[in-house]
């Protein structure tokens, strides 16, 4: 499941500089193609990100930090929804992320007070089913510090979560 629009962003820059997904969680991807264009095909490819739903927000070090539009953001962790969750995952590996998933349902907050943070972070690792197992522990412990701080939780991911564990199910 590849719903991260890295290829896309990707054809919008075209070749020439690279595209990477950023380490830290203030945005979803990192280029150079500021350094790496000249001015007017910068504003023009700026003009096409930004038309597609992409923000640019560029550094003192001359990169450019690209991450989603909040409707774009939106369209991508709505379109799961959690109709078909199962009772419970066919795969011992997916226990955690399961009780994530429970947790996030039961403590749904409005889209616009969740924490983008770690929306991305789950969003990033949404193509890579062992990392997300690895990061659930992780995000399961965050949860726990933001419910005590009576913070609202991601609760838009619990689709995008569920839809990990059904994918597994499948090649099970």
Same mark, same amino acid.
């Given at each position: 499941?590849?719903?991260?629009?890295?290829?896309?962003?990707?054809?919008?820059?075209?070749?020439? &500089?690279?595209?990477?997904?950023?380490?830290?969680?203030?945005?979803?991807?990192?280029?150079?193609?500021?350094?790496?264009?000249?001015?007017?095909?910068?504003?023009?490819?700026?003009?096409?990100?930004?038309?597609?739903?992409?923000?640019?927000?560029?550094?003192?070090?001359?990169?450019?930090?690209?991450?989603?539009?909040?409707?774009? +953001?939106?369209?991508?962790?709505?379109?799961? &929804?959690?109709?078909?969750?199962?009772?419970?995952?066919?795969?011992?590996?997916?226990?955690?992320? +399961?009780?994530?998933?429970?947790?996030?349902?039961?403590?749904?907050?409005?889209?616009?007070?969740?924490?983008?943070?770690?929306?991305?972070?789950?969003?990033?690792?949404?193509?890579?089913?062992?990392?997300?197992?690895?990061?659930?522990?992780?995000?399961?412990?965050?949860?726990?510090?933001?419910?005590?701080?009576?913070?609202?939780?991601?609760?838009?991911?619990?689709?995008?979560?569920?839809?990990?564990?059904?994918?597994?199910?499948?090649?099970?």
């Amino acid at each position: 499941m590849d719903v991260l629009p890295q290829k896309e962003l990707a054809a919008l820059l075209g070749g020439g &500089c690279f595209l990477r997904r950023m380490d830290s969680n203030e945005a979803l991807f990192i280029t150079d193609a500021p350094r790496r264009f000249d001015q007017t095909s910068l504003r023009e490819k700026q003009s096409q990100l930004i038309q597609s739903g992409f923000t640019c927000t560029e550094q003192k070090n001359g990169l450019w930090q690209i991450d989603l539009t909040d409707l774009r +953001y939106q369209q991508i962790f709505h379109q799961f &929804c959690m109709d078909s969750m199962p009772a419970f995952p066919n795969s011992s590996a997916m226990l955690d992320i +399961y009780t994530l998933i429970r947790l996030l349902t039961l403590h749904p907050a409005p889209w616009h007070i969740q924490p983008r943070n770690m929306l991305r972070e789950i969003l990033k690792q949404s193509n890579n089913p062992s990392a997300t197992i690895q990061a659930a522990p992780q995000w399961i412990a965050q949860c726990a510090v933001l419910l005590r701080k009576h913070q609202p939780l991601p609760s838009a991911a619990a689709g995008l979560l569920n839809e990990a564990i059904l994918q597994a199910g499948k090649e099970h």
